[in-house]
Nanobody, 121 residues
Framework: QVQLVESGGGLVQAGGSLRLSCAASGRTFSNYAMGWFRQAPGKEREFVAAISWSGGSTYYADSVKGRFTISRDNAKNTVYLRMNSLKPEDTAVYYC??????????????WGQGTQVTVSS
């Protein structure tokens, strides 16, 4: 089992920045690809970004490319999502995910409980 706990969400004005963190415990963190997803009210959960086990490869949804940056620190068992130039349409609950075999929008082995991000206009 892998336990994932997100933090860092909050309320920010459009154009602002936030950094989300996801702390992992349980099995060996560095074996897993990690990702971020989000779900806005009334919408399905959507892929945001993913990073390989080593951090050498990253993958982003077109909607956040150039604004968001995913990174990881395997020594701290933590993955981050730096979000710049935030827009009201980025408002959602953001979820951290871990997957042993897949990196990308189909990863789903383990999920965190989510953290709310609200961007005001």
């Amino acid at each position: 089992q892998v336990q994932l706990v997100e933090s860092g969400g909050g309320l920010v004005q459009a154009g602002g920045s936030l950094r989300l963190s996801c702390a992992a415990s349980g099995r060996t963190f560095s074996n897993y690809a990690m990702g971020w997803f989000r779900q806005a009210p009334g919408k399905e959960r959507e892929f945001v970004a993913a990073i390989s086990w080593s951090g050498g490869s990253t993958y982003y949804a077109d909607s956040v490319k150039g604004r968001f940056t995913i990174s990881r620190d395997n020594a701290k068992n933590t993955v981050y999502l730096r979000m710049n130039s935030l827009k009201p349409e980025d408002t959602a609950v953001y979820y951290c995910a871990a997957d042993l075999t897949t990196m990308g929008d189909t990863m789903d082995d383990y999920w965190g409980q989510g953290t709310q991000v609200t961007v005001s206009s």
